[in-house]
């Protein structure tokens, strides 16, 4: 497996267009993001460049997300802010070389149906997956827990896998979050044998704190091991919030030699 530094949540001590020349200097050849928070997307493109990385990676346009929205595709009301949105991801994703891009479904709203809701998102998601699919772009559906993103629609593993065939597109895949799907239902290794079929990217925290791997109650070399033998050729992204004071300190676990290539889980310091 290959990891990546999620550049929207680590190397917060640096200004988000600086994060990509630290995470190169950190040993990593490969980031993920979240959608840019108000940059420039020629400055983010030459940012990357600049830093000779892979783009694993990143998220459409969620909405504000320090303000708590997590997405845009189930509302209504703002389905044409991620209609416009989706060209601008994927012109953004060709430049940069990107072929995994991760939509948010939304927050449940009061005064509609929940199933009208995802029935609108799966909608939304088929279009986008049938514009990205002519540029070999997958889309990542991804289940998030509610303790810290609120009534978001999809919460289970089990959940996201039913909606990723209920859109019914080949470039639809699960992205599952170790750390999210911990705080929400556990069980991790037998939920990840069940669906390694359609996972198309994985993330880590460790829980319940949101920290690096290792200062939690997940066996990060253990999980990691079984997903290695299952197979998965994929990235495994950061997303973790560090527990030290600078970020590059927390990354004690993952050897600076190997955060550049090809990993094993037996040679994690975990």
């Known amino acids: 497996m290959r990891f990546c530094a999620n550049v929207s949540i680590l190397f917060r001590e640096a200004p988000f267009l600086e994060r990509f020349a630290a995470a190169r200097a950190a040993g990593f050849s490969a980031v993920e993001f979240w959608w840019p928070s108000g940059e420039d997307l020629g400055e983010v493109e030459a940012a990357v460049e600049d830093a000779g990385l ?3 990676l990143f998220n459409f346009d969620a909405g504000d997300m320090p303000a708590g929205e997590r997405g845009l595709l189930s509302d209504p009301d703002r389905v044409g802010e991620f209609r416009e949105n989706v060209p601008v991801a994927l012109e953004l994703a060709g430049r940069l070389g990107c072929r995994r891009l ?3 479904v939304g927050h449940r ?3 509609m149906d929940r199933g009208e809701q995802l029935r609108l998102a799966r909608e939304n998601v088929a279009w986008a997956a049938d514009r990205a699919a002519e540029r070999g772009v997958e889309i990542m ?4 827990n509610t303790f810290e993103n609120g009534p978001y629609l999809l919460s289970r593993t089990g959940e996201a ?3 990723v065939r209920g859109v019914g597109r080949e470039n639809v895949r699960l992205q599952y979050d170790y750390y999210h799907m911990q705080r929400m239902e556990g069980n991790l290794t037998a939920t990840v044998r069940e669906h390694i079929g359609v996972i198309g990217h994985v993330q880590v925290a460790d829980s319940p704190g949101r920290g690096e791997p290792g200062t939690g ?3 990060y070399r253990y999980v990691l091991g079984e997903l290695e033998r299952l197979g998965y050729g994929g990235y495994v992204g950061l997303e973790y919030n560090p ?3 600078r970020t590059e300190e927390s990354f004690a676990w993952l050897p600076k030699e190997l955060r550049g290539g090809d990993v094993r889980a037996e040679d994690l310091r975990l």
Do not use: H
């Open 54 to 56: 892979t783009v694993a």
């Open 102 to 104: 991760n939509a948010l």
């Open 109 to 111: 709203l009061e005064g």
């Open 141 to 144: 559906i991804e289940a998030v």
């Open 161 to 163: 896998a039913e909606f």
């Open 217 to 219: 109650e997940i066996n």
């Open 243 to 245: 527990t030290t004071e």
